[in-house]
């Protein structure tokens, strides 16, 4: 049975389907100064390759929209469809819709593998906690060690840290518009999710929480 | 709270590492060879300088990266920290 008729006959579990998010969600955001969302089922791979080589890079471009993964540490590119996020000198994650994973990682290894690259789908290892208002960074604050002060962690910086303890693949996604809150998305390994989830629902009380849909 | 250089990933918090012991220990090439005695001083015996001290590190929760430092045992300084396979700094006076 291929993975598409897996996921037909074996309902899939959210990794925080028991907190009940769908019902305390809702769509206006309220005076609150934290908004948490979880996007579920994101597809995930995790793309290993050799940076100085110009036939990999160019096939994951080919594959990717046109973008070459970043070679600057700490950062991420936005294609539209998918996140390119650096993780390590030859290390990256594509991050791309529910669903997307099974066709992406084909193409993708068909592409880089020539190239000695190799592509793993890790979809189902992490949920993304996404952690957005005009106090996201002071909840963030109370639990990670990055700054994340603008000047530090710019719109589109990517990093791998601790929040509270857990492992987390930090993103920043907003675009530093004016008057545009930040965003983070926080990927999780989803045995670690509720737990992440609880504290930054705690830690956000003092400026007010709200759960938005995912 | 220190901050270390991971040479990738640039200065980060000191939890996001651990140490991996001494660095610059080069494998026996001749391990059938040597006799026990010179076999477990490569394998056990390692330097314990009350001072400067080449290492090797670990950012385990950042990029997972292994890499090599310069650090001072007492005041905990990190002199240099760079990539494997990068010639050894020189040690600082003090
Ligand atoms: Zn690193």
């Given amino acids: ?214 | 709270m220190l901050l270390i250089a991971c040479p990738w990933c640039g200065p980060r918090a000191e939890l996001e590492f651990r140490c991996g012991g001494q660095g610059h220990l080069t494998r026996l090439t001749d391990a059938m060879e040597v006799s026990d005695a010179e076999f477990a001083r490569y394998l056990y015996m390692r330097d314990n300088p009350k001072g400067w001290h080449y290492e090797r590190w670990n950012h385990v929760n950042g990029c997972r990266r292994w890499f090599n430092a310069v650090r001072h045992t007492v005041t905990h300084e990190f002199h240099a920290t760079y990539k494997p396979g990068e010639p050894k700094p020189d040690l600082p006076r003090s």
């Fill in chain 1, 1 to 214: 049975m291929d993975s598409k008729g897996m996921a037909d006959a074996i309902p899939r579990l959210g990794a925080l389907d028991h907190l009940g998010l769908a019902a305390r969600a809702h769509g206006e955001k309220g005076a609150a100064g934290v908004r948490l969302a979880e996007r579920r089922f994101l597809a995930k791979l995790n793309l290993r390759g050799d940076p100085n080589d110009h036939g990999f890079m160019g096939a994951v471009a080919s594959v990717l929209d046109g973008f070459e993964p970043r070679i600057i540490p700490n950062t991420a590119v936005h294609t539209g469809r998918f996140d390119l996020l650096w993780l390590g000198p030859d290390e990256w994650l594509v991050v791309a819709a529910d669903g997307a994973e099974a066709e992406l990682e084909a193409r993708l290894t068909a592409a880089v593998a020539p190239h000695g690259g190799t592509v793993t789908d890790v979809s189902e290892s992490r949920t993304t906690i996404v952690v957005s208002g005009p106090n996201a960074r002071d909840v963030l604050a109370k639990g990670c060690p990055l700054d994340l002060h603008p000047r530090a962690f710019a719109a589109g910086a990517c990093a791998q840290s601790l929040v509270a303890k857990v492992g987390v693949i930090l993103h920043r996604t907003d675009t530093a518009a004016p008057g545009e809150p930040a965003r983070f998305e926080l990927h999780a390994l989803r045995s670690f999710a509720d737990y992440l989830w609880r504290f930054l629902d705690d830690a956000g009380q003092e400026y007010g929480v709200t759960v938005m849909e995912g």
